[in-house]
DNA sequence: TTGTAGGCGTTATCAT
DNA sequence: ATGATAACGCCTACAA
């Protein structure tokens, strides 16, 4: 073993895996008949195929997608790049987008940005990278390193959890500020008027600060300027009861108290409960979320429940059409068009979102 | 354009992508030169190096990660493979998964099997064709043809959320038998004798039948044979009521109900409630999962805290800690030795769970 | 229907 | 330090 092998010389690695051309050798025949077979099994003669898939199956050949991705020019994965899987909303989320795409046999590539543009950035960069078939981003506000990004890849780019900016290919979502209206228009209907807004890491989940600012706007229209409180970081129920007992401080006599969140309310209400505080008689508190525990605490928490999974779904089954929609007429292009992967439209569905009213918030104020 | 061009005359397709060779261009240095810039940007002259960064950023280049993982036979991939994603336990370790991998700048494939091992079995093959650098799945409990593909591939494999059986090489867990033998002691020590347990998905989700199987063979020590009630798929509130109605209906003088999951003791409370059954005076009443609101339902649940972002983190750190173990030792055999990416060594990490005494079984039986 | 050959965009080897 | 050049494993236009 030392200068007299010309061909093998430079093999670079054990790669001791199996590969097509293993399986054509044992079913003697070419290896594009395999490839053939693999994708279209009727188009191979039925003398051939079943001495493929023998060669298949006792060699235990598991095809190389990687290789095949290269040549083909596209895979069958889909990136996904949630803020959080902390956040029961973004895993209900995800666990739709899961179904749907494995469903149509498409991998899913997961990220989580923690809340941070930048991360963000690194993320959608990391994800071209594997030049996937579509990519599902949450929000629609994005720093302008990503945006190019976005723009330049030849990929469909799906917004979901939020409308609004100009959406790139698709927008799923449902309108933040519409929610803090809403709630907002519920505690003045109660007769509130000394309200306040507890919020947490609002400067980062901008979707969170559009509850606010949402909220904020429909009373200042009534003449009510809420008292607003942020928790920081700190999205526990113990940032909610320290919420309250700042906000009383600030405000003796308040009413209502709005929550960012379920957990910041449930906070809200064992701080109340424990300083002897009435709810909803002497104090009215909404959350955002409806999470499982909402409906069973004492009492029991009026919220408002985004469509976590619809939206999921929804993102999926948009994006799948529209592939479906490029296959077509790249079909009927030829090759020469150098379409973008875009089928040109731009969609954006509102899924929107439902008020959700139980007795925490029951008592009308006079 | 027809008939004339020789070398270009076959390009198989658009593929507009900005191709190192572009940025090799740009930068008129060679395409190595740019790939050993990427790959450490010290190793290259300070004369080329800015005029390389300089293309790329022009360019927009972003590295084709397909054929770089093809060339090098590795990706930096993890395939993690769950049961469901709709089950918050599952969600928190693979957020734990994520987080932890994700530092390390590695990509998470995840899939989910829906309890169904055939299922499994897919998607093993499946992300083998990806060519992961290890693969996290859940239980270790697989059909045959999973175990052989498992077997076969040279990726680390590491099992989670239980132990026992033959480890591939990483198993992170616990022993949900002994779950279920501490909630039997809990119940007996409180004195009950007629107990029941209600589970669902048992035959599915083994795990649940284990902690099933524990609970019954303790009681059985003490002479003691529990109602087992199968609830089928339904895992909601009402299932456990329906459940409760049953049981009681075959055994009036019940006095425990252990469920395999919050949620069903949920609806156990409920029911109990709902026909005057005082819990925990005339009933006890024992989840598992430790879900959020089983610790402000009324009253508050007797459960099981399983630790599930442990889970997640333990694993990538096992795995990673593996996979720098193997680098290190490929880097010392040179090329020839065929070492199959498993670094000899099994092993086994019990993180055990927590019994959560709350109101639900407070009550002592005579 | 089946086989042949060139190319997908990298990495790694080797020579300079 | 830099640059040719051969793999990597598969797909696909084209020829047979």
Redesign the interface.
Known sequence: MSQNNKTAARSR?????VTMEDVAARAKVSASSVSLYLRNPEAVSPRLSPRIKRAIDTL?Y??????G??AA?R?R?IGVIVP???N?FF??T??AL??EF?RHDY??????TEYDLERETELV??F????PTALVVTGCYHNEATR??LR?A?TPVAEMWEIGEEPFHLQVGFSHVAVGEVLAAHLHQQGATRIAFVGARMEADRRAGQRRDGFCQALARHGITPLVIDTGNDVSPAAGGVALRQALKQQPGLQAVACANDVLA?GVLFEAQHRGMAVPQKLAVTGFGN???SQ???PPLTTVQPHAAEIGLRVAQELLAQLQRDEAQQQEDG?GA?NNGNGGATKVVDVGFELILRQSSSQRFK
Chains 1, 2 share one sequence.
């Open positions: 690695r054990g790669t001791n895996r235990g598991v095809p190389n997608k990687l290789a991705s290269l020019a895979t994965a959080s899987l902390a029961a895993t209900e995800v666990a899961q179904k494995d991998q899913l590539l997961l990220g989580a960069r990391t071209l990278s594997w030049s190019t990004l330049m030849d449930l999470l499982p525990y069973v605490c004492v090759d150098d």
